[in-house]
């Protein structure tokens, strides 16, 4: 069954269908908490209570708009604000791994660089932190992290261009496989 028929469903008070509408988007949902929290319980605590929210508001989706970034939208809010009120606010810390390193000091290189780079978003104030992890570790489209902050697009592109400027500053710019420079702004 489709999103849209799912979503229909559920709003028509089919617990079933909210429950499969729910399942398909738990686990990436717990893995985008987990990017604004840096901690499972904290993160799973958000979507549980993210998901409470999204069913109730349910009713009122509109199907003609994108579900994803609605749900994403209620999920960052309850991480964020699980997280202020745990004082464990942490953002991402793993870039992706290639698979095979050549050799011993690559792999140390590599480890360096990923740990630089961490810092440098840690260092991030959170207007500028929250879209990096959206974009680059959730893995969402520049317009879809607008429609979860409820920003403009233009907001979203400056505020990603601003983040990546400032990591670039304290890294350096020999920052070789950064998400951002492999892929294409959207």
């Not at 606010?89 to 992706?96: G, I, K, R, T």
């Not at 050799?103 to 990923?114: K, T, Y």
């Amino acid at each position: 069954m489709n999103e849209v028929e799912l979503i229909r469903r559920a709003q028509a008070g089919d617990r079933q269908s909210c429950a499969e509408l729910f399942r398909r988007h738990a686990e990436q949902a717990v893995r985008t908490a987990y990017a604004v929290t840096r901690d499972w319980e904290t993160a799973e605590d958000a979507v549980q209570e993210a998901f409470l929210r999204a069913f109730a508001a349910l009713p009122s989706f509109r199907t003609d708009q994108p579900f994803r970034p609605w749900l994403y939208r209620i999920v960052v809010r309850e991480a964020l604000r699980l997280a202020r009120r745990r004082q464990r606010l942490v953002p991402v810390a793993q870039l992706p791994r290639e698979t095979e390193m050549p050799s011993v000091e690559s792999e140390a290189l590599e480890n360096l660089r990923r740990r630089q780079i961490r810092a440098a978003v840690y260092a991030l104030e959170e207007r500028l932190r929250i879209p990096i992890i959206l974009r680059y570790f959730v893995g969402l489209t520049e317009a879809e992290v607008a429609q979860v902050l409820g920003l403009r697009l233009s907001t979203v592109k400056s505020r990603l261009h601003e983040a990546r400027r400032a990591i670039e500053r304290q890294v350096g710019p020999e920052m070789r496989d950064v998400p951002w420079q492999t892929g294409s702004g959207n």
